[in-house]
């Protein structure tokens, strides 16, 4: 069964940066994505970046809002991807989770409804 645990969130400040870390285990799929999402309070949950795995592997997505300032990657012998994210902002702040699970070849990274595996979450909070 696939487990994804994530780690690295916190309390800083704007033009800080962390790293979010999600460790997957028991991972099968051939074609799917893993992708952070995150989560603010009274907001719907939305797709920051997202990394494919298997088929198109290595290929990464952002957001607009993102691009440029989070990287995602991963390393495939700690069964890890990371998102490093720098010159934070108030507005990333909120509830962060790493999903996989959603069939590559016929759902979108960043729409939730497709993906059936979620981390716990990590909270990160900005504030200015």
């Known amino acids: 069964q696939v487990q994804l645990v994530e780690s690295g969130g916190g309390s800083v400040q704007a033009g800080s940066s962390l790293r979010l870390s999600c460790a997957a285990s028991?991972?099968?799929?051939?074609?799917?994505?893993i992708s952070w999402f995150r989560q603010a309070p009274g907001k719907e949950r939305e797709g920051v970046a997202a990394i494919a795995i298997g088929t198109g592997s290595g290929v990464t997505y952002y957001i607009d809002s993102v691009e440029g300032r989070f990287t995602i990657s991963q390393d495939n012998a700690k069964s890890t991807v990371y998102l490093q994210m720098n010159s934070l902002k108030p507005e990333d702040t909120g509830m962060y989770y790493c999903?996989?699970?959603?069939?590559?070849?016929?759902?979108?990274?960043?729409?939730?409804?497709?993906?059936?595996?979620w981390g716990q979450g990590t909270q990160v909070t900005v504030s200015s």
């Open positions: 028991g991972y099968t799929y051939s074609s799917s994505y």
């Open positions: 999903a996989t699970g959603a069939d590559s070849r016929r759902s979108s990274w960043h729409d939730p409804r497709a993906f059936g595996i």
